[in-house]
T-cell receptor, first 113, second 114 residues
Framework: ETGVTQSPTHLIKTRGQQVTLRCSSQ?????VSWYQQALGQGPQFIFQ???????GRGNFPPRFSGLQFPNYSSELNVNALELDDSALYLC????????????FGSGTRLTVV | GENVEQHPSTLSVQEGDSAVIKCTYS??????FPWYKQELGKRPQLIID?????GEKKDQRIAVTLNKTAKHFSLHITETQPEDSAVYFC?????????????FGKGTKLSVIP
C-alpha cells in the first residue's frame, strides 16, 4: 500500500507568480483535502475534492483553485502569489467525504519572496 | 463555523511524567475528534481519535477523554519518553455540511526532558 506523496518538497516563488502543487492519494482513497499550515500554526482547510469535484471550501480566496484527476491525484493552484502564501501545504487523502481516516502527505514548503 | 482552542501552547515534562493537553470546541454538533503528532519537518500523523458517542479511549500510553457537555477533550500521555517530543494538534469535525473538513487547534509543543 503506497502512502500520500506530494511534489515538489520545496519551492521558492516570486510575488505575483503562479504555482502548482501536486498530490498522489493513498491507494484505495478517493478523496483529497488540501490544508495550509503557516509557521507555528495548525493546518487550515483550503478545499476538498471527491470524485473529481470540489466538495467543500474553507475561507480562502478564488485564486486558490484545484483539480482532481480520474486516478484521484490532485493539484493545488495558487495564482497571484502573495508573501502571506508562504507556508507548508499539506494534502490528505481519505476514503469518502467525511474527514476521518485522513492520511497526510509530507507537504510542500512554499516560500514567496 | 467550528473553532478549536488548544492549551497549553508549550509543555515541558520530565521523562516518565504525564502530559495533558486540552482542547475546547464551539460546535456542539461536532462528532469526531482526532489528535495528530507532528515531528519537526514531518507530516502530521494520527495518534488517536474519539467519536462523540464515546467518553474515553486508550491506546497503550495514550488516552483521550471527551466531555460533550463542556465541549472539551483532552489528550493524556503517561510515562513520557524523549521520542514523545513533538507538536501535537487536536482537531474537530463538524457534522452536516461541514463534515468534510477538520478544524485544527494551534498546536502544543511538547518537550520531554531526559
Amino acid at each position: 500500500e503506497t502512502g500520500v506523496t506530494q511534489s515538489p518538497t520545496h519551492l521558492i516563488k516570486t510575488r505575483g507568480q503562479q504555482v502548482t502543487l501536486r498530490c498522489s492519494s493513498q491507494s484505495g482513497h478517493n478523496t483529497v483535502s488540501w490544508y495550509q499550515q503557516a509557521l507555528g500554526q495548525g493546518p487550515q482547510f483550503i478545499f476538498q475534492y471527491y470524485r473529481e469535484e470540489e466538495n467543500g471550501r474553507g475561507n480562502f480566496p478564488p485564486r486558490f483553485s484545484g483539480l482532481q484527476f480520474p486516478n484521484y491525484s490532485s493539484e493545488l493552484n495558487v495564482n497571484a502569489l502573495e508573501l502571506d502564501d508562504s507556508a507548508l501545504y499539506l494534502c490528505a487523502s481519505s476514503s469518502g467525504r467525511i474527514g476521518v481516516g485522513y492520511t497526510f502527505g509530507s507537504g510542500t514548503r512554499l516560500t514567496v519572496v | 463555523g467550528e473553532n478549536v482552542e488548544q492549551h497549553p501552547s508549550t509543555l515541558s515534562v520530565q521523562e516518565g511524567d504525564s502530559a495533558v493537553i486540552k482542547c475546547t470546541y464551539s460546535d456542539s454538533a461536532s462528532n469526531y475528534f482526532p489528535w495528530y503528532k507532528q515531528e519537526l519537518g514531518k507530516r502530521p500523523q494520527l495518534i488517536i481519535d474519539i467519536r462523540s458517542n464515546v467518553g474515553e479511549k486508550k491506546d497503550q500510553r495514550i488516552a483521550v477523554t471527551l466531555n460533550k457537555t463542556a465541549k472539551h477533550f483532552s489528550l493524556h500521555i503517561t510515562e513520557t519518553q524523549p521520542e514523545d517530543s513533538a507538536v501535537y494538534f487536536c482537531a474537530a469535525t463538524p457534522s452536516g455540511a461541514g463534515s468534510y473538513q477538520l478544524t485544527f487547534g494551534k498546536g502544543t509543543k511538547l518537550s520531554v526532558i531526559p
